[in-house]
């Protein structure tokens, strides 16, 4: 098992930017994938941003294309997510996860975090 704490939640004007990071309790090397999911009120959790373990590639959700950048550091076992020009659908609880089970890239996860509340608003 691995346990995952999320920071850098908070409160944002439309047009701001933050940076969410992930602490793992270990390497998450040997999970198939880790990243990061969202959950706005009334919705569906969502994958937002993934990294694949098997070759290192990236996902993206269509709707965060060019404006998020998913990075990973093995040595602190940390997972960071920095989202630029947020918009009000931005909105929404963010939660780090890892796939062992090889849902498929960004489809759903194992273990995760407490989450991390954003909030874009004026």
């Known amino acids: 098992q691995v346990q995952l704490v999320e920071s850098g939640g908070g409160l944002v004007q439309p047009g701001g930017s933050l940076r969410l990071s992930c602490v793992a309790s270990?390497?998450?090397?040997?999970?198939?994938?880790i990243g990061w999911f969202r959950q706005a009120p009334g919705e569906a959790r969502e994958g937002v941003a993934c990294?694949?373990?098997?070759?290192?590639?990236?996902y993206y959700a269509d709707s965060v294309k060019g404006r998020f950048t998913i990075s990973r550091d093995n040595a602190k076992n940390t997972v960071d997510l920095q989202m630029n020009s947020l918009k009000p659908e931005d909105t929404a609880v963010y939660y780090c996860?890892?796939?062992?089970?090889?849902?498929?890239?960004?489809?759903?996860?194992?273990?995760w975090g407490q989450g991390t509340q954003v909030t874009v608003s004026s």
């Open positions: 996860s890892v796939d062992e089970e090889g849902w498929g890239t960004c489809l759903w996860g194992d273990y």
């Open positions: 270990r390497s998450t090397l040997d999970y198939y994938t």
């Open positions: 990294i694949s373990n098997k070759d290192g590639s990236t």
